[in-house]
């Protein structure tokens, strides 16, 4: 089953420029996490937060989260070359066993 | 801290043979997770244990998938027989525990059955 939804599936930016990437989901959650994946590997933790929370930050990251709303958004701010990669939002299922579902993800690239 | 490892890297197998995929948590982690990626279905959730016990497998395609937790420190997640359409690549993830804690991933075993 599919909860997350990210919006856009991709985006090109230039390096220097913020990048911004959404994630809709459907059930009600205890957290959200954002993940990171670079081509070949496995995903990366980035951030989480819990359903009580709004914002949180992690160096170049930012993320919002709206309950109300069911979605999430992720920002990275002064995009480097590096940043390249695909990205990833998970939630745990509120009832019952609380495992944590990805969504399709965001591929995002960094034109130097 | 190794993180966690997964072996082998690449699988390349024929129709009908039995795969073994293997994963070392990290030490001291409770939650341990198979997830399998594709570029169609995107990252699925097969099977997670909670302290070697496996909680919820609904996610296990059919009979051929099974997996099992005999320690903390090992899991196995075999298909027998494989198929073509069980080409993908298998993550391992574990984490301190259920809930709110982040996964931590293997790089993954890219299978392909020819």
């Known amino acids: 089953s599919q909860q997350g939804e990210e919006d856009p599936q991709a985006l090109s930016i230039q390096e220097g420029e913020n990048a911004t990437m959404n994630c809709s989901y459907k059930?009600?959650?205890?957290?959200l996490q954002w993940y990171r994946q670079n081509s070949g590997r496995g995903l990366v933790h980035l951030i989480l937060?819990?359903?009580?929370?709004r914002e949180k930050h992690s160096g170049r990251l930012r993320v919002t989260l709206d309950t109300s709303k069911k979605s999430s958004s992720l920002l990275i701010t002064a995009s480097r070359a590096a940043d390249t990669a695909s990205y990833f939002c998970?939630?745990?299922?509120?009832?019952?066993?609380?495992?944590?579902?990805f969504g399709q993800g965001t591929r995002l690239t960094i034109n130097p | 801290d190794a993180g966690v490892i997964q072996s082998p890297r690449h699988e390349v197998t024929e129709m009908g043979q039995e795969v073994t995929l293997r994963c070392k948590p990290i030490?001291?982690?409770?939650?341990l997770f198979w997830y399998r990626q594709t570029m169609m279905r995107g990252l699925e959730l097969l099977i997670y244990f909670n302290n070697n016990v496996p909680i919820d497998d609904s996610g296990m395609p059919e009979d051929r998938f099974s997996a099992k937790m005999p320690n903390a420190s090992f899991s196995t997640l075999k298909i027998q027989p494989s198929e073509p359409r069980d080409s993908a690549v298998y993550f391992c993830?574990?984490?301190?525990?259920?809930?709110?804690?982040?996964?931590?991933f293997g790089n993954g075993t890219r299978l392909t059955v020819t």
């Open positions: 998970a939630t745990d299922e509120f009832q019952g066993a609380q495992k944590l579902v």
């Open positions: 030490s001291g982690h409770n939650s």
């Open positions: 937060i819990r359903s009580n929370e």
């Open positions: 059930t009600s959650i205890n957290n």
């Open positions: 993830a574990s984490s301190l525990y259920m809930g709110n804690s982040p996964l931590h």
